[in-house]
């Protein structure tokens, strides 16, 4: 007699044959979603459709529309893409997987490239996609995986299994290409056939595809070319000081030449600091405000107080605001779509007190300023303030850079500034460091550092954080006249050394337990670095404690 199961998949309760794979079962939830169902929870693990299953147990199967299901698509697509360059333009031909940008992945190649090249790559992934070509795991000696990627000459991934402990590693395989990913895989190309290719410029594209946060489709690309450059200029000195990926950072660590990568890379994001307030200055009689906004664990604390010292060495007297002081009170605050009070849309604020106390700032009047008591959910008006002739208003909030605010100031009196870590190191040619990741880790440090916090609560309030910075934060990143980025090359592997011992405290049995174990995965590319010679002006510091900034 064959033995049934029963599987509660996706809420309900269902009775199947002991042995089948997850790919098998899902078949019959197809109609259930809008795309193709890419990786399953099984009682809180994530497993591949290939697993079998072999006991009663809950399954929930996830699609692109879900965080670890759109992973695992853009691992999937960046394997499809490999695999059809390979195919088209020989097996010498590469891809370098650089970083996210509008919705999409930014992707060079080591050939020159054109438009219509660009539309024959697509038009063949797509063709792949539709052949529905298997892509398996392999199980394989670390070791023998070396000498495979040395003989392909993909060297770089070769030296980042130098720093892989394990006896096996798990590569995977697509028709006869082999290559290892840090992210989950779909079992098939036809899983695939959610994306779009946009031509940059001659070396480079971005691939495109839906993502949580727009689930209907793929958005129009828009070119943000201020970010675009930030990220190239990064790109352009990590290059000239040769590290590009963990395998050279791990290289500077196990050599003993961290230290002089920390203080060159500190003294490198100082200067530009440096160079704004310069800019700024030189306008004094023009700028009067200067705004400045960015997504969680930016370091923006930092950045503004480390940019008023700068301002002060030119000669100006910053003046510092939050907006969070001009929220609403409590009773008036708007309720947001989970029928709970929503603090960051724009009407969670004054505007309107807002708007007036800057222009009468600028007017030369005196103003009344509030400081938001968050324990009685009010405004307490104890701050005088008025401009003098060489004071400057440096504003912080997550709307500082949304055109409707201070829409009664002309535009030439503001200077706005978009902070964001714009990792550009990469993990090596074909997996790229999250900027999201570094913000994430960054801000479990902080909340179990200065909150208390532990990793379950940091990473449970984690999905809103995003969408918020999604509605509110990301759209008006265009807005700034200078994008400063918060990033250090050489922070991961100080971030481990806080954080590893943060992410074990998660149970087993946790529903943040996988995302917990993704990130040390990760992490354990990485050699520890210690902070000893990390000074007290990083932005590093206002995560990890000892910041001159930050209490």
Not at 26 to 37: E, H
Not at 252 to 265: A, F, W
Not at 444 to 463: A, H, Q
Request: neutral net charge; aromatic residues 10%; proline residues 3%.
């Amino acid at each position: 007699m064959i033995e049934k199961l029963t599987l509660k998949i996706n809420g309900k309760n269902y009775k199947y044959t002991r042995g089948l794979t997850l790919e098998e079962i899902s078949k019959d939830f197809l109609n259930d979603y809008k795309y193709p169902i890419l990786i399953a929870r099984v009682d809180n693990r994530i497993k591949e459709l290939n697993s079998v299953v072999e006991e009663n147990c809950e399954i929930e199967f996830l699609d692109l529309t879900s965080r670890e299901g759109n992973r695992t698509h853009i691992s999937g697509l960046t394997y499809l893409l490999l695999y059809v360059i390979k195919k088209m333009f020989g097996q010498n031909a590469n891809i370098r997987v650089k970083h996210s940008i509008d919705k999409g992945i930014y992707i060079e190649t080591n050939f020159k490239i054109s438009e219509d090249k660009i539309k024959e790559i697509e038009k063949e992934m797509k063709k792949t996609s539709s052949a529905d070509i298997p892509i398996t795991r392999v199980t394989i000696d670390r070791l023998e995986a070396m000498e495979y990627f040395r003989d392909i000459d993909d060297k770089v991934k070769a030296r980042v299994l130098m720093y892989n402990t394990n006896t096996y590693i798990t590569l995977y395989r697509l028709g006869n290409l082999y290559d290892y990913f840090y992210n989950y895989m779909p079992v098939t190309t036809n899983h695939l056939k959610d994306f779009a290719l946009t031509y940059i410029n001659n070396k480079g594209f971005v691939l495109r595809f839906p993502t949580p946060y727009i689930k209907d489709k793929i958005i129009p690309y828009t070119h943000h070319e201020d970010m675009f450059k930030t990220y190239e200029e990064y790109s352009d000195w990590a290059k000239k000081i040769k590290v590009e990926n963990s395998a050279d950072l791990n290289s500077r660590v196990s050599t003993g030449k961290i230290n002089d990568l920390i203080r060159i890379d500190e003294t490198v994001q100082a200067n530009k600091l440096l160079n704004v307030a310069s800019q700024i200055a030189s306008k004094k009689n023009k700028i009067k405000i200067v705004l400045i906004a960015g997504p969680s664990s930016s370091g923006k604390t930092t950045t503004s107080k480390k940019l008023c010292l700068y301002l002060q060495s030119f000669g100006l007297n910053p003046q510092v605001i939050s907006m969070d002081d001009y929220f609403v009170e409590k009773k008036d605050n708007p309720i947001g779509e989970d029928g709970k009070p929503d603090y960051e849309c724009l009407e969670a604020l004054d505007l309107k007190l807002f708007d007036s106390q800057m222009a009468d700032l600028l007017d030369s009047k005196k103003v009344k300023a509030p400081t938001y008591n968050f324990v009685l959910g009010k405004k307490e008006y104890n701050r005088d303030l008025y401009l003098g002739e060489n004071d400057i208003l440096v504003i912080e909030g997550i709307h500082a850079l949304d055109n409707k605010i201070l829409n009664n100031i002309p535009r030439e009196k503001k200077y706005k500034i978009y902070i964001s870590p714009l990792t550009e190191l990469n993990l090596d040619e074909h997996n790229r460091i999250s900027t999201t990741d570094n913000r994430l880790l960054r801000r479990i440090i902080r909340d179990n550092r200065t909150r208390g916090y532990d990793v379950e609560k940091t990473l449970g309030v984690w999905p809103s954080v995003r969408a918020g910075e999604e509605k509110y934060i990301f759209p008006y990143q265009d807005e700034a006249d200078y994008t400063f980025n918060s990033a250090l090359i050489y922070e991961i592997g100080v971030l481990k050394t806080y954080v590893e011992p943060l992410l074990f405290s998660v149970p087993s049995d946790s529903q943040y337990y996988e995302e917990a174990k993704r990130l040390l995965n990760f992490l354990r590319l990485f050699l520890p670095i210690p902070s000893d010679a990390i000074e007290k002006q990083s932005i590093v510091r206002e995560f990890i404690g000892g910041s001159v900034f930050v209490d």
